[in-house]
């Protein structure tokens, strides 16, 4: 399009739209609901407790690791896009005919190239997380466990018994 | 012309809007109704017929609620993480073809636009729970991002593979190119010419076998990237009571609820685009019975709506596989998490990188 609003434009109109409709909920919201704040109401949520302390906990670190990790890949996917469209132009390839191998063999080492930065990390143990253990309880009881066996197996002799014998009864 | 183009796009804002909030009162009654279904119970059943006011009724509640903003919350950020949200995903529809003719600014970098703008969705969750000064809602929103931003990488690898074969980063040429309006022919696996066929057997997930894991690829992704279950870990009930907008009430609850079924919407629609052949037919031509000329078209009414159904209906199936998938797994652990999408999806989406190159250049004779 020559005139008129570019298609730009038309996506600053939805970025404003958005905005108005949220503002238009706003403001219905500030006509109709009660607005009676007290201390009580304006505590932070801590599941019915008093908060402790503040909420600047620490957090695992491994998510700044992922953070670093996702840029990198993400700028390598911003020069992927416009790559994408041309690779395999037909007009291109009809003057010049080698030019989609060698499109695609120069992207392939910009991305094996990154592949190997994926390999590294990996191999350096940056995409473990902290997995949970299973804990064997402790236990502390003065009874012998042979005890305990000894009666399982009582037990569970005479009741093998009894089904056999009922089975067989009628 | 610079007034009715503007007002013409004014009409598609507010009707995009409209649609939205309309489809999230259906979305959160439907997927009420098939959790239930999925669990034997019978769901929600007071309010109207079957309980099919019950969401109009919850939205209605939640605006007329105090707004409250917690005493040590950080009122800017606070206040403004639910404007960014939900502005960041609506923005996305404006480069969605919804019909052979409508799309609200079909500029040439279209899915990278949208890639880049729901992107800024995760600077809103950031702030919502850096804002809010709420444990719960601080280790929510640090799971949230990083969780996104790794999912980010195999969905836009995944839509490059797609963009490859169809040589445009524009969603209503990449439409336009699965179906009998094609500007370039369309041959299926290479082999024959399907151009005047169309219907399913020009999809690009049938045409290009090899997308089929890739489409599985963006599925999951996808969950992962709009924080539903088995991917819900932002939002873990048990642990983390409800994660990033654990302190938000009222209509910023609604909001940020509008913006999480607007971008459920949003990625199925893509997907339904990129993979099922977008607002085409899926009735093929047989012969002298021309079922994809006679339900779908260009230019007329009964074209445009014809193209809005088919859409709609390939974008609503995938959002029913979406809550059927909630309602079957379990929730992955946070070390699941990175696992899967690191070590398993962005090396299998690099593949079919190769692979889509390599097939695409065999096509056009290239190689």
Redesign the interface.
């Known amino acids: 399009m020559n005139h008129g609003i570019s298609e730009f434009g038309h996506v600053l109109l939805y970025l404003a739209g958005g905005a108005i409709f949220i503002g238009l909920i706003a403001l219905l919201n500030k006509l109709l609901a009660p607005n009676h704040p007290n201390p009580e109401k304006l505590t932070t949520y801590e599941c019915g407790e008093d908060p402790v302390g503040n909420a600047n906990v620490q957090f695992n670190i491994r998510f700044y690791v992922v953070g670093l990790i996702f840029l990198i890949f993400d700028v390598e996917i911003l020069f992927l896009f416009p790559w994408a469209t041309i690779f395999a132009d037909v007009k291109i390839i009809q003057n010049v005919p080698l030019w989609g191998v060698f499109a695609l063999a120069e992207m392939s080492i910009f991305v094996v190239i990154l592949l190997l930065g994926l390999l590294y990390v990996w191999v350096k143990g940056d995409l473990e997380w902290i997995k949970p253990e299973a804990l064997e309880p402790e236990r502390i009881n003065p009874v012998p466990d042979s005890l305990y066996e000894e009666i399982n197996r009582k037990y569970t002799y005479q009741s093998t018994v009894k089904k056999t014998q009922a089975g067989v009864t009628p | 012309?610079?007034l009715?183009?503007?007002i013409l796009?004014?009409i598609q804002?507010?009707a995009?809007?409209t649609f939205i909030a309309l489809f999230t009162l259906w979305a959160v009654y439907a997927e009420r109704k098939v959790s239930a279904w999925i669990q034997d119970r019978i769901g929600p059943m007071e309010v109207g017929p079957h309980g099919a006011f019950q969401t109009a009724a919850d939205i209605l509640k939640l605006?007329?609620?105090?707004?409250?903003?917690?005493?040590?919350?950080q009122p800017l950020l606070f206040i403004a993480a639910?404007?960014v949200i939900?502005?960041s995903v609506?923005?996305g529809?404006?480069?969605l073809p919804v019909g052979p003719d409508i799309i609200?600014?079909?500029?040439s970098?279209g899915?990278?636009?949208i890639i880049a703008i729901i992107a800024v969705d995760v600077i809103g969750l950031l702030s919502a729970g850096w804002g809010?000064?709420?444990?719960?809602?601080?280790?929510g929103s640090?799971?949230a991002?990083?969780q996104m931003?790794?999912y980010?990488?195999p969905t836009?690898?995944i839509i490059?593979a797609t963009?490859?074969m169809t040589?445009?980063?524009n969603l209503q040429v990449i439409a336009l190119r699965q179906g009998i309006f094609s500007d370039?022919p369309v041959h299926l696996w290479g082999m024959m010419d399907i151009t005047h066929v169309g219907g399913f057997l020009s999809w690009n997930i049938v045409r290009y076998p090899h997308l089929i894991p890739a489409f599985i690829i963006f599925f999951i992704s996808t969950l992962a990237e709009c924080n539903r279950a088995p991917f819900d870990l932002p939002e873990a009930e048990s642990e983390l009571?409800s994660g990033f907008h654990?302190?938000y009430s009222?209509?910023r609850f609604?909001?940020i609820f509008l913006a999480e079924y607007a971008k459920m919407l949003l990625v199925c629609l893509i997907g339904a685009i990129l993979f099922f052949g977008g607002w085409n037919t899926p009735l093929p031509n047989i012969g002298s019975l021309s079922l994809a000329e006679w339900t779908s078209g260009t230019g007329t009414i009964a074209a445009t709506l014809w193209g809005v159904c088919w859409l709609l209906l390939k974008g609503v199936l995938l959002i029913l596989l979406q809550m059927w998938v909630r309602w079957t797994y379990p929730r992955l652990?946070?070390?699941q998490?990175?696992?899967l999408c690191?070590?398993y999806l962005?090396?299998g989406s690099?593949l079919i990188?190769?692979l889509s190159?390599?097939i695409?250049?065999w096509?056009?004779?290239?190689?």
């Open positions: 012309m610079v009715s183009s503007g796009v004014l804002v507010a995009t809007f605006i007329l609620k105090e707004s409250i903003i917690p005493a040590a919350a639910p404007i939900f502005v609506f923005a529809y404006a480069a609200a600014s079909s500029f970098v899915v990278l636009y809010s000064s709420n444990k719960y809602a601080l280790l640090v799971r991002v990083a931003i790794s980010e990488i836009a690898l490059i963009v490859m040589g445009s980063l370039v009571v654990v302190e009222g209509y609604a909001v652990r946070m070390d998490l990175t696992t690191w070590k962005i090396p690099i990188f190769f190159g390599i695409r250049l096509e056009v004779g290239g190689l």
